[in-house]
């Protein structure tokens, strides 16, 4: 099975930079997807990592270290718009195909 | 547009009573998949299917059911069975395995059993 622990909550300033970290455990890692998801709405994908490094998306970024089992979300100029719940999700071998783990999701609130 | 489409958004239902959530998708993917989603908890895997006339069991597909008749669809069944429905439930879908191949999900049913 999987593991994927997460904070619950975070809180950010506007402006800010904010890094949301994420440790998983698994028997055969095949990818790491971050995803954003407002309340009441659909995720959308923000970040994929399967090997080690950093991986930079305009404000976002996301890193990977497999070794440690471990990744982050960076978010930088933190808007207000950016609140929001931020799913970290693992996918592996088992199985087959596409399928993920989620996390439980960290909800991040931005204040002025 | 592409995109994947569940509806209706609300759906209530009396306890006892089976229904079906429907989701389509334009994108030509092949896999498509099923979530619940329940407050303050991450998505959980019910139902998955590769490819058409074929699907799997997630990690909660009890009480559930599907079909993949159609690249296009894949209606799930919450029955009678499953003890506690009232959840949002998200539909998904992506290319077949390799790659990002990120998942692209629906905006989701939300169902309340009364």
């Known amino acids: 099975g999987q593991n994927i622990d997460q904070p619950t909550e975070m809180t950010a300033t506007e402006g800010a930079i904010v890094q949301i970290n994420c440790t998983y455990q698994?028997?055969?890692?095949?990818?790491l997807f971050w995803y954003q998801q407002h309340a009441g709405e659909a995720p959308t994908f923000l970040s994929y990592?399967?090997?080690?490094g950093l991986e930079e998306k305009g404000r976002f970024s996301s890193f990977l270290s497999r070794s440690k089992g471990y990744s982050y979300l960076l978010l930088k100029e933190l808007h207000m718009k950016d609140s929001a719940s931020y799913l970290c999700?693992?996918?592996?071998?088992?199985?087959?195909?596409?399928?993920?783990?989620f996390g439980t999701g960290t909800q991040l609130k931005v204040e002025l | 547009d592409g995109g994947i489409t569940q509806s209706p958004k609300y759906l209530f239902r009396k306890e006892g009573q089976n229904v079906t959530l429907s989701c389509e998708q334009n994108l030509n993917h092949d896999a498509m998949y099923w979530y619940r989603q329940d407050p303050g908890q991450g998505l959980r895997l019910i139902y998955y299917s590769q490819i058409v006339n074929d699907f799997q069991k997630g990690d909660i597909a009890e009480g559930y059911s599907v079909s993949r008749e159609k690249k296009e669809s894949f209606p799930l069944t919450v029955t009678s069975a499953q003890k506690n429905p009232t959840a949002f439930y998200l539909c998904?879908?992506?290319?077949?395995?390799?790659?990002?191949?990120?998942?692209?999900f629906g905006p989701g049913t939300r169902l309340t059993v009364l």
């Open positions: 998904a879908s992506s290319p077949q395995a390799g790659g990002v191949n990120e998942q692209f």
């Open positions: 698994t028997s055969g890692f095949n990818g």
């Open positions: 999700a693992v996918r592996d071998h088992t199985g087959g195909g596409n399928k993920l783990t």
């Open positions: 990592n399967v090997l080690d």
